[in-house]
């Protein structure tokens, strides 16, 4: 999976600075070492403690699929993925937060463009991710991206929890953008 990032960034693909409307903002690929400062913020960003669902490990072994964007060094959003190990045509989105000061701007289009050309240059052909049904900035922005929503599905990560799904095919036109 490591290289797989690898070949991508060294192509240059992981260098891509948003240039319209936010041109200040620079995307790189994320590091273990950017964890303290993504879980410093998410509850704030969420309106919710949602740190709990971030633990370290997503950063200690997923940063070579993941993406943080930052504007004069802070953070100005980031995004959490993988490669599935286990489904060969299978990627995922965990996590996805843009600063407010910086929403509605592009940058989480952004994010996940970056994050389908990486998994559709590794034959990936389907992209995942869920979200609770009241995140409704998350249900709006995902069918934004193309994405199919299902119901809510209860009991998803056990009793008394209910989950959005969302799913997006994956071209080869999502690996040459
Ligand atoms: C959801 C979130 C990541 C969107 O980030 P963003 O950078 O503002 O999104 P973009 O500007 O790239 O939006 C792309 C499209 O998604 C849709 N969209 C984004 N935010 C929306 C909102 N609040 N309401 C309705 N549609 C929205 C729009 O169609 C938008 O295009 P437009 O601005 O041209 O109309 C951001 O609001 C956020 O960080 N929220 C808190 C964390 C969260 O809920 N993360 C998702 C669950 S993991």
Redesign the pocket.
């Known amino acids: 999976m490591v290289s797989v990032a690898a070949r991508w960034l060294e192509a240059g693909r992981g260098r891509n600075t948003i240039g319209v409307v936010t041109h200040d903002v620079k995307l790189r690929t994320a590091v273990p070492g950017d964890y303290d400062r993504i879980a410093a913020v998410v509850d704030d ?2 309106g919710r403690p949602v740190h709990h669902i971030l633990p370290r490990l997503f950063l200690d072994h997923f940063h070579a699929t993941s993406t943080v964007a930052e504007a004069d060094g802070d953070l100005a ?1 980031f995004l959490i993925g993988f490669l599935s190990p286990s489904l060969p045509d299978a990627a995922y989105i965990h ?4 600063h407010p000061g ?8 952004e994010l996940y463009q970056r994050f389908f050309a990486l998994a559709a240059a590794d034959g990936r052909t389907v992209v995942s991710a869920i ?1 609770s049904p009241v ?1 409704e ?2 249900i ?2 995902h069918a ?2 193309g994405f199919t929503v299902t119901d809510p599905v209860p009991g998803y990560d056990g009793p008394g929890d209910v989950k959005v799904h969302f799913e997006r095919p994956l071209t080869p036109a999502d690996a040459a953008r």
């Open positions: 960003w969420w959003g996590f996805v937060g843009v910086h929403r509605r701007g592009g940058l989480a289009r979200t995140n900035r998350s709006a922005f934004a991206m």
